[in-house]
């Protein structure tokens, strides 16, 4: 049994609400994400992810990728034939059953692409930073003098 309590965590901070929600909703739902398909998140960059899945059996029309509120989702689906041109399998090991996954994503961070090879569906990931949360420099000025007078403290000077 695993329970956090993040009430402290609520109590103590201004502005983490999402970080503590999307916390607490990974802890809960841990045990509830479906093991199929299987899949690798890989860095491939500074600011460059990669996911790819293990999708044998489907085709491209039989995938769907949409990302919407911070969320990427995968889902996989194919019909399945009747009649009599239906497969009668004797053995049934490629599973290629519907599938949806779903995937966290952080803030800034959009798919730019997805490319599907040798059974495996990858879909390629950009971190971009907006230029008014990128750091900047600051330059530090020049001392400010008052009425033209400097470094005296602002007391006339004797020989003036």
């Known amino acids: 049994m695993r329970t956090f309590d993040l009430s402290p965590l ?16 990974v802890l809960t739902a841990e045990g509830a994400q479906p093991a199929y398909p299987p899949y690798n998140i890989e860095k491939t960059g500074e600011n460059a992810y990669r996911i790819s899945l293990a999708v044998a ?4 029309g039989d995938l769907d990728i949409e990302a919407r509120e911070g969320v990427l989702i995968v889902k996989g689906g194919k019909a399945q034939e009747q009649g009599e041109n239906a ?3 004797l053995h049934r ?15 800034h961070v959009r798919a730019t692409g997805a490319t ?3 059974g495996l569906l990858h879909i390629d990931l950009v971190h971009e930073v907006p230029e008014a949360l990128k750091p900047r420099k600051i ?9 033209g ?6 007391k006339a000077r004797a020989d003036a």
């Open 116 to 118: 599907m090879e040798n």
């Open 139 to 147: 330059e530090i000025g020049g001392m400010k003098t008052i009425e």
């Open 57 to 60: 059996g489907f085709s491209m």
């Open 149 to 154: 007078r400097r470094g005296n403290g602002g």
């Open 10 to 25: 609520y109590r103590s901070t201004v502005g983490f609400d999402r970080f503590a929600n999307l916390l607490d909703q």
């Open 93 to 107: 090991g490629i599973a290629e059953r519907s599938f949806e996954r779903r995937f966290q994503l952080a803030d």
């Open 87 to 89: 497969p009668v399998y």
